[in-house]
């Protein structure tokens, strides 16, 4: 079993940056795939940014791109999210999610095990 826990996140300003983490805490060895999702109020929750554990080229949602950077921290089997000149829009709680097989998705489907999250909000 796959335990992941965020920690980070809080309030700040338009054009400010905040950084989100995530330990897997528990069954680290069987996580291929780490991503981050985000979910506003009322909408459905999008992928912002995914990484393979063992290394490669990330991918972005369009929206962040530029912006934000996923990276990992094998050794410590961690994932972090460095969120960088924050929109209003960027506001909500933020998901890391793992999965087990090898590719990078935005399908939150395919995403088996999620964090509990972390709320980020960003004011105008």
């Known amino acids: 079993q796959v335990q992941l826990v965020e920690s980070g996140g809080g309030l700040v300003q338009a054009g400010g940056s905040l950084s989100v983490s995530c330990i897997a805490a528990?069954?680290?060895?069987?996580?291929?795939?780490l991503g981050w999702f985000r979910q506003a109020p009322g909408k459905e929750r999008e992928f912002v940014a995914g990484?393979?554990?063992?290394?490669?080229?990330?991918e972005y949602v369009d929206s962040v791109k530029g912006r934000f950077t996923i990276s990992r921290d094998y050794a410590r089997n961690m994932v972090y999210l460095q969120m960088n000149s924050l929109k209003p829009e960027d506001t909500g709680v933020y998901y890391c999610?793992?999965?087990?097989?090898?590719?990078?998705?935005?399908?939150?489907?395919?995403?088996?095990?999620w964090g509990q999250g972390t709320q980020v909000t960003v004011s105008s």
């Open positions: 999610a793992a999965k087990r097989s090898s590719i990078v998705t935005a399908r939150r489907d395919e995403y088996t095990y």
């Open positions: 990484i393979s554990w063992s290394g490669g080229s990330p």
């Open positions: 528990k069954g680290a060895s069987s996580i291929l795939v």
